[in-house]
């Protein structure tokens, strides 16, 4: 079992930049890869981007391309999503997953969910 929590999330104004961060604990995560997705009401669940945590390699969807980063600090078991330049459309709930046996840039195969962290981006 991995147990994720996420924070961070709030509220920022338009151009503003937030990191979350998710805590992972009950498992050594480098067996696991980790992903950031989100959510608005009435959409589909979209992926943003996953890191491969044994070897740091990471990737991030076209759509928020240029703007998210995802990190990883093996000490601290913590996966972060460092959002820039956020714009009005970019609130949402922010989940991270984690999941073994996942491909680099899939959106599939993610077992372990946290509760999620709401980030409103005021215009």
């Known amino acids: 079992q991995v147990q994720l929590v996420e924070s961070g999330g709030g509220l920022v104004q338009t151009g503003g930049s937030l990191r979350l961060s998710c805590a992972a604990s009950?498992?050594?995560?480098?067996?696991?890869?980790m992903a950031w997705f989100r959510q608005t009401p009435g959409k589909e669940r979209e992926f943003l981007g996953n890191i491969i945590w044994s070897s740091g390699s990471t990737y991030i969807a076209d759509s928020v391309k240029g703007r998210f980063t995802i990190a990883r600090d093996n000490a601290k078991n913590t996966l972060y999503l460092q959002m820039n330049s956020l714009k009005p459309e970019d609130s949402a709930v922010y989940y991270c997953?984690?999941?073994?046996?996942?491909?680099?840039?899939?959106?599939?195969?993610?077992?372990?969910w946290g509760q999620g962290t709401q980030v409103t981006v005021s215009s």
């Open positions: 997953a984690a999941g073994g046996a996942v491909l680099y840039g899939s959106s599939q195969g993610y077992t372990y």
């Open positions: 009950g498992r050594t995560l480098s067996a696991y890869t």
